[in-house]
């Protein structure tokens, strides 16, 4: 299998891992040795896999093409691990609010930068075009930002 | 404030988000996800790990050590039956050549709180490092008696 290929970034898991464990006990000095790290990094790979296989059902029989925030919801019930559920709606609700923020922004920094190119073309001679039309052109798509339907895709 | 501190930890998402993307994209059945999804599948690898490293960390003071090591980990995994159920198998394998039998128990399992049955513990324990060899005289009787969970109590 070519899963081998895709790992987490191992100082990563090496700072949850580390974090978690100086919480957890009294004095703060629990380690963790290098063959349980590379069992953890493995741990959450796998955890990646089964978690997204889940949704992907649960997406499918919905009919849909897209897995979405439900699924995922759905697929942590019926792996069972509930005691995710609430901490991870709190965290996507942030994360809504602070895309919402982007979008906004995004949108309206697109706006002012449209403005501020066709003043730089009235003022300048049309040789200093570059590619700056192409950028203008973009101005039609929905926002720069691909996270904008909340849609990605893998393809 | 308490709240500010839980909003830190609840939306910051540490794993990179095309790494994460790719390792579910290995899945070739997986074909979209919505950026909210993977933003979710992304948190609660974070909050797995954690939880794993806890019950790692747990099993590690248990045993009056201060390094966690593979076998805490799995002893970890093998108590919680949800994570039991799909991590088990697909640990790295001890250090040491006598990798233990799978039980038969694996799919079939009721969903109660019960510790293994003492016939699987037992097999369990049979390839390992005979720790206790008072135990390792009971498996030798148990091994001549029919397998039937014999109620130790």
Redesign the interface.
């Known amino acids: 299998m070519?899963?081998e290929a895709?790992?987490?970034?191992r100082t990563?898991?090496r700072?949850?891992?580390k974090d978690?464990?100086s919480r957890?006990?009294e004095d703060g000095?629990?380690?963790?040795?290098k063959?349980?790290l590379?069992?953890?990094s493995?741990?959450?790979?796998?955890?990646?896999?089964?978690?997204?296989?889940t949704?992907?059902d649960i997406c499918k029989e919905s009919k849909r093409?897209?897995?979405?925030?439900e699924?995922?919801?759905k697929a942590?019930e019926e792996?069972?691990?509930p005691e995710?559920i609430r901490?991870?709606k709190?965290?996507?609700e942030?994360?809504?609010k602070?895309?919402a923020g982007k979008k906004a922004a995004a949108v309206s920094k697109e706006k002012e930068n449209v403005a501020k190119k066709k003043r730089k073309l009235e003022g300048e001679s049309p040789d200093k075009e570059e590619g700056s039309d192409k950028a203008e052109g973009s101005e039609k798509d929905e926002g720069s930002d691909?996270?904008e339907g909340?849609?990605?895709?893998?393809? | 404030m308490a709240e500010e501190e839980?909003?830190a930890a609840?939306?910051s998402?540490?794993?990179?988000k095309g790494?994460?993307?790719?390792?579910?994209?290995?899945?070739k059945?997986?074909?979209?996800?919505?950026?909210?999804?993977?933003?979710?599948?992304s948190?609660?690898?974070?909050?797995?790990?954690?939880f794993?490293?806890?019950k790692?960390?747990?099993v590690?003071?248990e045993k009056k050590r201060?390094?966690?090591?593979?076998e805490?980990?799995?002893t970890a995994?093998k108590r919680h039956?949800?994570t039991r159920?799909?991590?088990l198998d697909?640990?790295?394998p001890p250090?040491k050549p006598n990798k233990p039998d799978k039980p038969t128990t694996s799919a079939a399992r009721p969903k109660s709180d019960k510790p293994p049955l003492p016939g699987t513990r037992r097999i369990d324990q049979f390839f390992r490092k005979p720790e206790r060899e008072a135990q390792a005289q009971e498996q030798a009787q148990a091994q001549t008696q029919p397998p039937v969970p014999v109620d130790e109590s």
């Open positions: 070519a899963a895709e790992e987490l970034p990563i898991v700072r949850v891992v978690k464990l957890c006990s000095d629990i380690t963790v040795s063959d349980s590379l069992a953890f493995e741990s959450a790979r796998i955890f990646i896999h089964y978690l997204s296989a949704a992907n093409q897209i897995i979405n925030a699924d995922v919801f942590l792996t069972e691990f995710f901490p991870l709190a965290s996507l942030e994360f809504r602070k895309n691909k996270d909340g849609d990605d895709h893998m393809d | 839980e909003n609840s939306s998402s540490e794993f990179p790494r994460v993307k790719k390792i579910m994209a290995l899945d059945d997986v074909k979209r996800v919505s950026s909210e999804a993977l933003f979710l599948v948190r609660s690898t974070e909050l797995f790990l954690q794993l490293a806890e790692s960390a747990q590690a003071i201060k390094t966690v090591n593979l805490h980990v799995r995994v039956q949800p159920d799909f991590l697909d640990l790295p250090s």
